[in-house]
């Protein structure tokens, strides 16, 4: 009943393996504590949302009916957008860390297309609005990585003495 929809979410299941190892690399070359934490932090919830996407594609495959009400009662917790301690990022190393957040941000925009174009690919409404709710869900990272991404790159101007504009 849902071969589309679990075509979809195997594809983001290993979307967000791939995010999870991206993350746990980063972390793992980290030059501080608080960039370390930051990252694993990150990789972490990329690893919650494999394992949610699993249990979700476990439903599905099951031939179980898809309701939103009871996948947003289910696990599927959308991240605060103050979840992650960017503050401790060190910025003596923000050329590293800007690389990371500019390819995390990239990460981030190809699943909110990929969910997008999942959303326009399906009949049903409830699928449609799983789509609409996981696209919110990677929009909390992209805002993340946008923000410290831009504190980083002012931060790098200033150094540089490109700045003031």
Same mark, same amino acid.
Not at 19 to 41: H, I, P, R, V
Not at 107 to 128: G, L, P
């Given at each position: 009943?849902? $071969?589309?929809?679990?075509?979809? !979410? ?25 960039? $370390? ?62 690389? !990371? ?7 981030? $925009? ?10 326009? $690919? ?44």
């Amino acid at each position: 009943m849902y $071969k589309e929809e679990l075509s979809i !979410i195997a594809q983001a299941i290993l979307n967000e393996m791939e995010g999870y190892e991206f993350y746990k690399m980063a972390g793992e070359q980290a030059n501080t504590q608080g960039t $370390k934490d930051a990252f694993m932090s990150l990789a972490n919830e990329e690893l919650k949302h494999s394992e949610y996407l699993r249990k979700l594609w476990t439903v599905l495959s099951d031939g179980n009916e898809l309701k939103i009400e009871e996948i947003l009662q289910s696990g599927l917790v959308i991240p605060s957008p103050e979840i992650y301690k960017w503050d401790k990022v060190d910025k003596l190393y923000s050329t590293k860390e800007m690389s !990371i957040f500019g390819i995390g941000m990239q990460m981030e $925009k190809s699943s909110i297309e990929f969910y997008e174009n999942a959303r326009d $690919k399906v009949k049903s409404q409830s699928s449609k609005d799983l789509f609409d709710v996981l696209i919110k869900w990677e929009k909390v990272h992209l805002e993340q990585f946008t923000n410290q991404y831009n504190m980083l790159k002012e931060d790098w101007w200033a150094e540089q003495r490109f700045a003031p504009f």
